[in-house]
């Protein structure tokens, strides 16, 4: 079945600097992929989607390139901020059945000043 | 707009209690869905509907009833409360098809004892 695979947290990095979060996919076809973000006590927000293969999807600074070859969609940012603290969620929908988003387990990140 | 909303915020509940988790959208979605979240489990789909008067099973749906007699609501039923459906639940909607981001609710943390 189809399945998420995202870096295991916690992340904890300081102001300023890079961030990378893995993710990985196994799925049927060509699924749609997004990353979801939740701040504390909130429900989910979409940060960035791509819906083929090598489309980019971009929001607030974060980035992430859909690799078909590698099943990759990582998020990056070149600069966090404590406003990132949060836990990040990659998922993929794809045609056909529930058209469910199937969820990587979610990786929480802290951004300390 | 005000997007997916839910109702309520919180609620205890005790064992075999029964109880409506409430979900409305005013965006006109005709795709509608409950999931759960788990620690260290991401979220997982508990039911989904594809337009009013349709609806369908996820991955976990033992426990739940659903309907959907309208566009805009999609309420999702407890019928004997169990402490292993304590959890975090999220309401979303989106368009129709994969490529389309769904919008989640604000959440309601059920606990059971």
């Not at chain 1, 196994?26 to 939740?38: E, H, K, M, N, R």
Request: aromatic share 12%; hydrophobic share 30%; with cysteine.
């Amino acid at each position: 079945g189809d399945s998420v695979t995202q870096m295991e947290g916690p992340v904890t990095l300081s102001e300023e600097a890079f961030l990378t979060i893995n993710c990985t996919y196994t799925a049927t076809g060509y699924p749609s992929l997004f990353w979801y973000v939740q701040y504390p006590g909130e429900g989910l927000q979409l940060l960035l989607k791509a819906t083929k293969a090598d489309d980019k999807g971009s929001n607030k600074g974060f980035e992430a390139t859909y690799r078909k070859e590698t099943t990759s969609f990582h998020l990056e940012k070149g600069s966090v901020q404590v406003s990132d603290s949060a836990v990040y969620f990659c998922a993929l929908r794809r045609m056909g059945g529930s058209e469910k988003l199937v969820f990587g387990k979610g990786t929480k990140l802290t951004v300390n000043p | 707009n005000a997007g997916v909303t839910q109702t309520p915020k919180f609620q205890v509940l005790k064992t075999g209690q029964s109880m409506t988790l409430q979900c409305a959208q005013d965006m006109n979605h005709e795709y509608m869905s409950w999931y759960r979240q788990d620690p260290g489990m991401g979220l997982r789909l508990i039911h989904y509907s594809v337009g009013a008067g349709i609806t369908d099973q996820g991955e976990v749906p033992n426990g739940y009833n659903v309907s959907r007699s309208t566009t805009e609501d999609f309420p999702l039923r407890l019928l004997s409360a169990a402490p292993s459906q304590t959890s975090v639940y999220f309401c979303a909607s989106s368009g129709q098809g994969f490529s389309y981001e769904q919008y989640f609710g604000p959440g309601t943390r059920l606990t059971v004892t």
